[in-house]
């Protein structure tokens, strides 16, 4: 599953998109639980960040397929 | 009325074309026209920036300003609505949004720019990164979204 970062995260991670496989059906919630494992820098920001799923903002109970687009928002700033 | 379009959603690279956008949100019902540009600023506090780069999701970022512009059309009295948002680099001085409304009356032209921009800022997957004149930068920590 593609899993895509943006602005500072990007920067820190130093890529704009990971392949984070997996198996089975989970929830956004679950989700960044199971990131903030595989990916240390991300814990600074899993409190704060949205997360949207196949470009659209989604909630802890929103579920996530193998095959959706996941992209973590940290707070925006545009404008 | 005719088949145009009523709205208009788009990121670049460069300066945003001003008359694009007066030329889009012309409409024979529409009595008032109103433009906001948000703009680099130079001085913050004591420092002093250079630029702004942005980064933006895009692919997300269109649909998110299109919903945003639809709402603002079918809320208030507004004709055309449209909107342009640069990405990448950003001299000081220059717009790196620029909204243009056009409605019957004056009050949903001023509306429209406001709803657009603070939904903008809350809700649209784009990033600012702040360059100072003393070689720092920092990413802007925003609000949203909520």
Request: aromatic share 8%; proline share 5%.
């Amino acid at each position: 599953m593609r899993v895509l970062f943006f602005s500072v995260l990007r920067e820190r991670l130093g890529t704009r998109e990971m392949d984070v496989p997996i198996e089975h059906e989970t929830t956004v919630g679950d989700f960044v639980a199971g990131l903030v494992e595989q990916v240390p820098v991300f814990a600074d920001y899993a409190s704060s960040a949205r997360l949207a799923v196949n470009r659209v903002y989604a909630d802890l109970d929103t579920p996530i397929r193998p095959g959706d687009e996941v992209a973590i928002i940290t707070p925006v700033s545009g404008g | 009325m005719d088949e145009r379009e009523t709205i208009s959603v788009g990121l670049q690279v460069g300066p945003i074309d001003r008359d694009e956008a007066m030329r889009f949100v012309a409409d024979l019902r529409a009595g008032a026209i109103s433009v906001f540009e948000g703009v680099t600023r130079s001085v913050t506090g004591k420092r002093e920036t250079i630029k702004l780069s942005y980064d933006a999701y895009e692919q997300m970022a269109e649909p998110v300003l299109h919903d945003i512009l639809e709402e603002a059309v079918e809320r208030l009295d507004v004709c055309r609505a449209f909107v342009r948002h640069r990405t990448g680099e950003v001299p000081a001085g220059e717009a790196s949004v620029l909204i243009a409304v056009s409605s019957p009356h004056r009050s949903a032209a001023f509306e429209g720019c406001r709803y657009i921009i603070d939904e903008l800022k809350q809700r649209a997957p784009i990033w600012k990164k702040e360059h100072f004149a003393d070689g720092g930068a920092e990413w802007v920590a925003g609000k949203g979204p909520v």
